[in-house]
């Protein structure tokens, strides 16, 4: 979407600070990195080690933390950065909201209900008993399952597959390749072989919910998988069946849920980390990146490596590991003396 340019006053007044002397009138068109702004863009300056490339940068006016140590001829100066930043971005990159359009390619049950100017685009399949809120985007190639429910202002983005009886929270965003309600995956030994285990369940999503390209959450075995309200998960995150995601946690890529996994408030979960079957992870915890969780974790914890432990015991592992060479050399020499002094 293209938007007008805005003067530096104009934009200033959006942040609440003061522009820059003799720029008030100055046209700004965009957002751009220091290296490669040009000059009708806004910039800005994070920490100390980006001062160097502020000084260089042909942005109109960089915005810079008000306590940072910079002096320059067209900073202006914010409370918070990142707000600002946001602001910004909001102005420049505006979301495209839903056209209320459906297209001539979408097959739609007839007693699906739509509610006010949702957009359904190109080759979407919507099946019956299905409920979309006003407002929300369906992109193209989408799948949604029968008599699941997604709230307002959703963006669906396309190749998002929503399997039957779901349930979506209103302004949640899923990406594109995700798959929602996929069976839980689970085999036990009956009537002498393997057999699956059907899993009716489903998966709940609360509002305000983030989920990445190509992330996949089953359904649960009969209850629900349930994602609490304003929790983000990155790309390629798995979230098995009967998992309980509380709200407010950050999941980052390539994390894996097993089942019946339980994760409190406020949690946050680097890449790459497993999390065994019927763990329960407290409020507030934090997982470092390649962990392997196989315990219950209190509330409040800090927890790095596999399996598992405080970051201080890791530290000290790791130092070991690192100087075992030099270890083992001590510990020949001391065997020597032990053997001399035993003949």
Do not use: W
């Not at 983030?210 to 990155?234: C, P, Q, S, Y």
């Not at 407290?282 to 219950?296: H, N």
């Amino acid at each position: 979407m293209t938007v007008p340019p805005i003067t530096v006053a104009d934009f200033c007044e959006k942040l609440g600070a003061a522009p820059p002397t003799g720029l008030n009138n100055k046209a700004l068109t965009g957002i751009m990195t220091l290296e490669r702004a040009g000059e009708q863009h806004v910039s800005f300056v994070m920490k100390e080690k980006h001062l160097a490339a502020a000084q260089q940068s042909k942005a109109a006016v960089i915005l810079a933390f008000e306590k940072l140590n910079f002096n320059h001829p067209r900073v202006v100066r914010v409370r918070d950065l990142m707000g600002a930043v946001l602001t910004a971005m909001e102005y420049f990159h505006p979301e495209s909201p839903s056209t209320g359009v459906v297209h001539d390619s979408a097959i739609i049950a007839k007693d699906v209900k739509l509610g006010t100017n949702v957009q359904v685009d190109a080759q979407a399949i919507i099946e019956s008993g299905a409920e979309i809120g006003g407002n929300t985007i369906i992109g193209a190639g989408v799948f949604i399952g029968a008599r699941t429910r997604i709230g307002s202002g959703c963006i669906i983005a396309p190749r998002v597959t929503i399997l039957h009886e779901c349930h979506v929270g209103s302004r949640v965003r899923i990406h594109s390749g995700a798959v929602i309600g996929a069976d839980g995956f689970r085999y036990e030994v009956a009537r002498g072989r393997l057999m699956k285990i059907p899993q009716v369940g489903s998966v709940v999503i609360g509002d305000d919910v983030e989920i990445g390209a190509n992330t996949t959450i089953d359904r649960a075995f009969l209850d629900e998988t349930r994602i609490g309200n304003r929790t983000k998960i990155d790309n390629l995150v798995h979230i098995a069946h009967n998992v309980i995601v509380g709200t407010d946690c950050l999941i980052v890529a390539q994390t894996g849920a097993a089942g019946s996994v339980k994760i409190g408030n406020g949690v946050i979960i680097a890449g790459q980390v497993g999390i065994a079957d019927h763990i329960e992870i407290g409020d507030r915890s934090r997982i470092g990146g390649k962990s392997g969780v196989t315990g219950d974790i209190p509330p409040g914890s800090d927890l790095i490596g596999n399996p598992a432990i405080a970051p201080r015991d890791y530290a000290r592992f790791t130092h070991f590991y690192k100087n075992i060479s030099s270890y083992m050399k001590r510990m020949r020499v001391i065997d020597r003396e032990e053997s001399r002094d035993d003949e």
